[in-house]
C-alpha cells in the first residue's frame, strides 16, 4: 500500500508538495492542513485533497462552506509522514504534536537544523536519511547549492566556495514583502547564514557567503566561486554539472531570469515551476584554478522534488537515491 503522505501549511511550498507527492506511485496524499477559508483552500478541495484545520479554526471554515474533514491532528492521526511546509518558526511549534503521533516529520528550510538533527539534500546525503522520523529539507538556496557543489566536490574535492546571492525579495504571490526599489544589503554583517546552511548537509566544505536583496520576485541568481583540490578543465566541470537531472543549462537566448521563467511557461510546466537548478554553462570559467559561473534557483519550486525523496528515505521505499532521484524526476515530468 503507498505511503500516508500530510501537508500540514498549504502555501507556496506545501501546495507544490502535495501536488508531486500526489503523482508518485509509491505515496498519497492523505490530506492538507489551511487556517483560511481562501481561494487556494477551495481549489484543493477542487483538486480532490482532503481539508483539515487547526481546532480553532474549524468554525471560520464552516461558516464559509468549505467542509472539513477534522483537525490537524485528526489529520497527522491518518498520515505516515507529515510535511510540514507552515512559515519558518511555526514548524518547531509542531514538533511535540509529531512526536505524541509517533507520526515522522519534514520541515523546511525556515526551520534550524536542530529541530530535525537532520538536514537533507537528495544528491548530497540521501542514503543518511534512511529510516529517519525526522527531516529537514534545505531551504531553497542552500539546496540549489547542495546540487553543484556535492557533486563537483566528488569528483574534484572541494578546497572552498565562495558565493555572492543576488536573491528575490518575496514570492510572486506576496504582496507584504519588499523592497520595491532598493537593492538591500542582507545580513549586513557577513557572513550570510547560507554558507553555514550547506554545512549542515555537508560539514567538510569550507564555504562562506553573502547575500542582497533585490526587486524581483521571480528567481534567485547565484554567483558561484569555487577553489578545487584536483586539476580540472572547464570542460570536466561541465561535464559532471551535465549529469545531475537537477542542474538544466541555459542558453539559446536566455539571459536572464525573465527568460527562464518564460521558458518554463512554454514548456507548459505547473505553476511555471523551474524544480532545476538553471545554470548559463557558458559561463563556466576557470581563473588560476578558481571556477566561476552563475545559475538561478527558482525558489518556489526547487525543493519540491528533494520533499519528495525525503519521504521515499525516511519510509525506506528506496535504498538508493540517485533510483529515487529518477522516480521523482520522472513522475513530475522533469525529465
Ligand atoms: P507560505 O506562507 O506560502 O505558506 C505557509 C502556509 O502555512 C500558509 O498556507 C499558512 O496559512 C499556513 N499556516 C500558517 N500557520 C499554520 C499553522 N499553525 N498550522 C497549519 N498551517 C499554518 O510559506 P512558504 O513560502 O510555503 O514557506 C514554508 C516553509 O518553506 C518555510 O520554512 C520557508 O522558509 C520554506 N521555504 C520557502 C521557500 C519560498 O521561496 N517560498 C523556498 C524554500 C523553502
Given at each position: 500500500?503507498?505511503?500516508?503522505?500530510?501537508?500540514?501549511?498549504?502555501?507556496?511550498?506545501?501546495?507544490?508538495?502535495?501536488?508531486?507527492v500526489?503523482?508518485?506511485?509509491?505515496?498519497e496524499?492523505?490530506?492538507?492542513s489551511?487556517?483560511?477559508?481562501?481561494?487556494?483552500?477551495?481549489?484543493?478541495?477542487?483538486?480532490?485533497?482532503?481539508?483539515?484545520?487547526?481546532?480553532?479554526?474549524?468554525?471560520?471554515?464552516?461558516?464559509?462552506?468549505?467542509?472539513?474533514?477534522?483537525?490537524?491532528?485528526?489529520?497527522?492521526?491518518?498520515?505516515?509522514?507529515v510535511?510540514?511546509?507552515?512559515?519558518?518558526?511555526?514548524?518547531a511549534?509542531?514538533?511535540?504534536?509529531?512526536?505524541?503521533?509517533?507520526?515522522?516529520?519534514?520541515?523546511?528550510?525556515?526551520?534550524?537544523?536542530?529541530?530535525?538533527?537532520?538536514?537533507?539534500?537528495a544528491?548530497?546525503?540521501?542514503?543518511?536519511?534512511?529510516?529517519?522520523?525526522?527531516?529537514?529539507?534545505?531551504?531553497?538556496?542552500?539546496?540549489?547549492?547542495?546540487?553543484?557543489?556535492s557533486p563537483l566536490?566528488?569528483?574534484?574535492?572541494?578546497?572552498?566556495?565562495?558565493v555572492?546571492?543576488?536573491?528575490?525579495?518575496?514570492?510572486?504571490?506576496?504582496?507584504?514583502?519588499?523592497?520595491?526599489?532598493?537593492?538591500?544589503?542582507?545580513?549586513?554583517?557577513?557572513?550570510?547564514?547560507?554558507?553555514?546552511?550547506?554545512?549542515?548537509?555537508?560539514?567538510?566544505?569550507?564555504?562562506?557567503?553573502?547575500a542582497?536583496?533585490?526587486?524581483?520576485?521571480?528567481?534567485?541568481?547565484?554567483?558561484?566561486?569555487?577553489?578545487?583540490?584536483?586539476?580540472c578543465?572547464?570542460?570536466?566541470?561541465?561535464?559532471?554539472?551535465?549529469?545531475?537531472?537537477?542542474?538544466?543549462?541555459?542558453?539559446?537566448?536566455?539571459s536572464?531570469?525573465?527568460?527562464?521563467?518564460?521558458?518554463?511557461?512554454?514548456?507548459?510546466?505547473?505553476?511555471?515551476?523551474?524544480?532545476?537548478?538553471?545554470?548559463?554553462?557558458?559561463s563556466?570559467s576557470?581563473?588560476?584554478?578558481?571556477?566561476?559561473?552563475?545559475?538561478?534557483?527558482?525558489?518556489?519550486?526547487?525543493?519540491?522534488?528533494?520533499?519528495?525523496?525525503?519521504?521515499?528515505?525516511?519510509?525506506?521505499?528506496?535504498?538508493?537515491?540517485?533510483?529515487?532521484?529518477?522516480?521523482t524526476?520522472?513522475?513530475?515530468?522533469?525529465?
Amino acid at each position: 500500500s503507498k505511503v500516508k503522505v500530510a501537508i500540514n501549511g498549504y502555501g507556496t511550498i506545501g501546495k507544490r508538495v502535495a501536488d508531486a507527492v500526489a503523482l508518485q506511485d509509491d505515496m498519497e496524499i492523505v490530506g492538507v492542513s489551511k487556517t483560511r477559508p481562501n481561494f487556494e483552500a477551495f481549489i484543493a478541495r477542487d483538486k480532490g485533497y482532503d481539508i483539515y484545520a487547526p481546532s480553532d479554526r474549524m468554525d471560520s471554515m464552516k461558516k464559509a462552506d468549505l467542509s472539513v474533514m477534522g483537525t490537524v491532528e485528526d489529520m497527522i492521526d491518518v498520515a505516515d509522514v507529515v510535511v510540514d511546509c507552515t512559515p519558518g518558526g511555526v514548524g518547531a511549534e509542531n514538533k511535540s504534536l509529531y512526536e505524541k503521533h509517533g507520526v515522522k516529520a519534514i520541515w523546511q528550510g525556515g526551520e534550524d537544523h536542530e529541530l530535525a538533527g537532520f538536514s537533507f539534500n537528495a544528491v548530497s546525503n540521501y542514503s543518511e536519511a534512511l529510516g529517519r522520523d525526522f527531516v529537514r529539507v534545505v531551504s531553497c538556496n542552500t539546496t540549489g547549492l547542495c546540487r553543484v557543489i556535492s557533486p563537483l566536490d566528488k569528483e574534484f574535492g572541494v578546497k572552498k566556495v565562495r558565493v555572492s546571492l543576488l536573491r528575490r525579495s518575496a514570492d510572486p504571490g506576496d504582496i507584504k514583502k519588499g523592497p520595491i526599489n532598493a537593492i538591500v544589503p542582507n545580513p549586513v554583517k557577513l557572513p550570510s547564514h547560507h554558507g553555514p546552511d550547506v554545512k549542515s548537509v555537508m560539514p567538510h566544505i569550507n564555504i562562506t557567503t553573502t547575500a542582497v536583496k533585490l526587486p524581483t520576485t521571480l528567481m534567485h541568481v547565484h554567483i558561484v566561486n569555487i577553489d578545487f583540490e584536483k586539476d580540472c578543465t572547464e570542460k570536466d566541470i561541465e561535464e559532471v554539472l551535465s549529469r545531475q537531472s537537477r542542474v538544466r543549462f541555459v542558453g539559446q537566448g536566455i539571459s536572464s531570469t525573465a527568460e527562464i521563467i518564460e521558458l518554463s511557461r512554454d514548456m507548459l510546466r505547473p505553476r511555471y515551476d523551474m524544480w532545476e537548478n538553471c545554470v548559463w554553462n557558458e559561463s563556466i570559467s576557470l581563473y588560476e584554478k578558481e571556477l566561476y559561473f552563475f545559475q538561478a534557483i527558482h525558489q518556489e519550486s526547487n525543493v519540491i522534488p528533494e520533499n519528495v525523496d525525503a519521504i521515499r528515505a525516511m519510509m525506506e521505499l528506496e535504498k538508493d537515491g540517485e533510483k529515487s532521484i529518477e522516480k521523482t524526476d520522472k513522475a513530475i515530468g522533469l525529465i
